[in-house]
């Protein structure tokens, strides 16, 4: 459900009405029965809530919204569109659950709906995202090395060497080592995604590539290495390739996805081709998870504003994946 203090309940709600969802696959909400039934009546979605306390009670009625119920928030006194401690908490709580359905097999994939860092920070909640937190849940099925996030949207595949750190730390992270740990899940995640030779682009850090070290030597030093490393292991990737063209060249056809060096280099792109069908895969997961690729939006929640397509593509992208098709 992702926070219920932001946009996550009514784009759940708005999703979870549109029929040609269900005929993608069998949907079941993870979080607070009493929220949904607000976010319901807000959007004024055509569907009841039903709560239920076991996932194997979930019927397949496109009317009804089944809610594994937590009954984890105080409508009460939560605060709607503002950080809360309160919220966060509960936000966690239904990834933690739906994560667990999800690697002891009761779900084939989980798409997951917005949270909030500053909420999980006031809980006392050590995670900067759902991949870290994700990650940790996984445990031995997965390391931090071998999990990273991939955007996806129709036309455009990006990948990150780095994620959540800022933008001063950035270059100092791109080592050989960390780009081929990239590489590596980049290509074993779309080739499980029914790509059977996926072809990665990498972007440069800095501006025109570095220009032969003329303005960086992280191409020279890393990611040019890098690249020819992953080439030996049989990974088809070319790189380092100027960020200013590369993603227009994908966008083309020219490769399946860009492996970008950091956060904004690749969500700018993504968001700008199609933001609102763009949806975050996290690769290197023993589970299939999918997830918005928007945040909580305080500005509007609540407000029956929030576009549910990044939901909906969400959903349907985890069903698809959950079949073995990309």
Known sequence: MGDPAGVGPEVAAKALSDHDLHAACRPLLVGDAAVMEKAVALVGAPMTIRAIADAADAGFAPTVCDVLDLNNVDLGTLQLGEVSPHAGRAAVAYVKKAAELALEGHADALATGPINKAALRAAGIDYIGHTELLTDLAGEDASAGSVTTMLATPGLRVVHVTRHVPLADVAALVTKERVVDTLRVTHRGLTQMGLSQPRL???????????????????????????????????????????????????????????????????????????????????????????????????????????????VEAVRLGARLAQGCG
Not at 246 to 253: C, D, H, Y
């Open 201 to 311: 682009a990498v972007a440069a850090l800095n501006p025109h590539g570095g220009d032969e070290g003329l303005i960086g030597r992280e191409e020279i030093e890393a990611i040019g290495p890098a690249v020819e490393a992953a080439r030996g292991e049989g990974i088809d990737a070319q790189g380092p390739i100027a960020a200013d063209s590369v993603f227009f060249r994908a966008i083309e056809g020219e490769f399946d996805v860009v492996v970008a060096m950091y956060h904004d280099q690749g969500h700018i792109p993504i968001k700008t081709h199609d933001f609102a069908r763009s949806v975050t895969v996290t690769l290197g997961l023993p589970i299939v998870r999918t997830s918005v690729d928007h945040g909580t939006a305080f500005d509007i929640a609540w407000q029956g504003q929030a576009d549910e397509t990044s939901m």
